[in-house]
């Protein structure tokens, strides 16, 4: 993962230490959420809030099947996640496909680094889905809102935000 330069938090202190690190048993239960999102009754089910990414490698060709959290807004999904080495195989003019309890969808994908779309896309994601902000790093404030300092946290150190939207 790649983290931004350190500075200081512009919008306070964050309340948690960050996105959660990626557990030695995360390969398994991909490969379980990957089986439940082609099994035909289930996929439908799970596939309300997880999507299968296929990100075909840049110098390899390679197909990798990655499965994510995704949010629906305004025709678009988005994806909020840390800049893993897959993600630098995302490219804004090369449509990929993704499987979101379905059949393959294309989609032209656009990864957002920069802290002013990262922080204004990742409070969409966190709104929408607490367990993913909890993942990702982000806590709440008492009203309800996404804790901001914790979202700029998540950008530093390395959060990104794919947006999907549907190929034409």
């Known amino acids: 993962m790649t983290a931004q330069p350190p500075e200081t938090n ?21 490969k ?19 999507l299968i990414l296929h990100v075909v490698g840049r110098k390899t060709g390679k197909v990798y099947d990655v499965p994510l959290a995704y949010t629906r807004h305004e025709g678009e999904l988005l994806i909020g996640t840390a800049n893993h080495p897959w993600v630098r195989n995302i490219r804004k003019d090369v449509p990929l496909e993704i499987s979101a309890g379905g059949p393959r969808r294309t989609m032209d994908a656009e990864v957002h680094t920069d802290s002013e779309s990262v922080m204004r896309l990742y409070e969409i994601v966190a ?36 947006r999907l939207t549907p190929h034409r």
């Not at 512009?10 to 991909?30: A, E």
């Not at 379980?32 to 997880?50: A, E, H, Q, T």
Request: cysteine-free; hydrophobic content about 35%.
């Open 32 to 50: 379980f959420i990957r089986v439940l999102l082609r099994v035909p009754v289930l996929s439908g089910v799970v596939g309300k809030r997880l």
């Open 127 to 162: 709104r929408d889905n607490a367990r993913n902000a909890a993942f990702n790093g982000i806590g709440f404030d008492p009203d309800g809102s996404p804790h901001r300092a914790d979202i700029y946290q998540t950008w530093q150190q390395g959060g990104v935000v794919i």
């Open 10 to 30: 512009p919008f306070g202190i964050p309340t948690t230490t960050g996105p959660q690190p990626i557990r030695s048993s995360q390969g398994t239960l991909n």
